[in-house]
């Protein structure tokens, strides 16, 4: 990888968990649906870091917000598992040897394919982010809505920035 691309993820990272911390960290409606917007970083890490750069990015990320929101690993988890997932997907569906672009963006890749990955990253990681939270089966129902709702803040609030910044690949 060039300085260039590390430099920008670098702010990225930066950005995304400041934003995270200082704004949304207190943004709630009813205790239902919380936008985590930092996982947006994760997403849009390069295809060809190794994975377990990939993972030790999403350890020390996930780390960072638990020191943070006081909240004893539930967030370096969710990102681990992240992680997990956006592996085995970027391995079923794209072939590492002759990928043209550099990271999975919604220009770089369209929104068919983007979508489906943000959205299975997303809920994975809500999934266990909740779970872990809750740590009880009682609760399971409210539990389940929070990471369905949460999800789709999340992704909402992902693919905004994401059509923010959007920059159709040139073919």
Known sequence: MNSKIILINILRWFILLSVQILLLRNLSFYDL?????????????????????????AFG???????????????????VALAFVRISFISITVS???FDEPEPTLGNMGFKWFSL?????TFSHHLV??????????????TL???LLSGTFTLFTVFMIE???????MR
Do not use: Q
């Not at 990320?61 to 990102?79: E, S």
């Not at 990955?117 to 990253?121: G, N, P, V």
């Not at 059509?163 to 690949?169: A, G, H, L, P, Q």
């Open 33 to 57: 649906a919380t936008p985590f917007t930092y996982i947006l970083f994760l997403l849009l890490l390069p295809f060809g870091i190794p994975n377990l750069v990939l993972y030790l990015i």
């Open 61 to 79: 990320t996930g780390l960072t917000l638990d020191t943070f929101f006081d909240t004893l690993g539930v967030h370096t988890a969710a990102c």
């Open 96 to 98: 590492r040897d002759n």
């Open 117 to 121: 990955y943000a959205l299975l990253c």
């Open 129 to 142: 982010l909740f779970l872990l939270e809750a740590f009880r089966f009682t609760e399971l129902s409210y």
């Open 145 to 147: 809505a929070r990471c």
């Open 163 to 169: 059509f923010i910044f959007y920059n159709r690949k």
